[in-house]
């Protein structure tokens, strides 16, 4: 079936590396997305890997993937107070070529 | 860069009310979804269109109707308006018709509140 997780908050120090997590269910995975969502705000596409990609690295930005657990990382270096915002994990599936199936969310709070 | 337009950006409405939210997508994309975000949870798909064309389903009520235009812009129509219709609702667009190599750009998204 298709189900992503994500443990819903993360609170982090001020200048230290947030790293969220989330798993997927399905294997049949193409590309896997990370969106960020600052309060009343809109979905903002951070970035994303393909399936057959282990890392990707954009600036303050490492993703990881681990096809073999179905597992995702986000690791965000140096993290600053403008990075306090909602996190979503989401992939889409060669079943279905829209949708893209999202996460409930980690909510990432800095502290100061 | 231009991004998705979203109108109107926040609709108050009465129960058995209908509204009509308007997308309009990226420049030279030609495939537009929609998504409903209720409070608290995480975007659910409803709808896409590539082409003018239906092209996937999700977990649209039948109350739901939607469209793409010539240029692009799509309507989401909602009619008989019901309390759990309260939500934010997105619409993405990507370039080239739909398929997970196609990665979907989110507008700012239109709150509805139904009273």
């Known amino acids: 079936g298709e189900d992503v997780e994500q443990s819903l908050f993360l609170s982090v120090r001020e200048g230290d590396s947030s790293v969220i997590n989330c798993t997927y269910t399905?294997?049949?995975?193409?590309?896997l997305y990370w969106y960020k969502q600052e309060p009343g705000a809109g979905l903002q596409l951070l970035t994303y890997i393909f399936s057959n990609m282990d890392m990707k690295q954009d600036q303050r930005l490492t993703v990881l993937l681990n096809k073999k657990d179905k597992h995702l990382s986000l690791r965000i270096a140096d993290t600053q107070t403008g990075d306090s915002a909602i996190y979503f994990c989401?992939?889409?599936?060669?079943?279905?070529?829209?949708?893209?199936?999202f996460g409930s969310g980690t909510r990432l709070s800095i502290r100061p | 860069a231009a991004g998705v337009i979203q109108s109107p950006r926040h609709l108050i409405k009465e129960k058995r009310e209908t509204a009509t939210l308007k997308c309009y997508p990226i420049p030279r994309h030609d495939t537009v979804y929609w998504y409903q975000q209720g409070p608290g949870q995480d975007p659910q798909f409803l709808i896409s269109?590539?082409?003018?064309?239906?092209?996937d389903k999700g977990s649209i009520p039948d109350r739901f109707s939607a469209q793409q235009f010539s240029d692009y812009h799509s309507e989401l129509n909602m009619s008989s308006l019901e309390l759990g219709d309260s939500a934010l609702y997105f619409c993405a667009s990507s370039r080239g018709g739909t398929g997970s190599l196609k990665t979907q750009y989110f507008g700012p998204g239109t709150r509805l509140l139904v009273l």
């Open positions: 269109f590539y082409e003018k064309m239906q092209s």
């Open positions: 399905d294997s049949s995975s193409t590309y």
């Open positions: 989401a992939e889409s599936i060669r079943s279905s070529a829209s949708k893209i199936i």
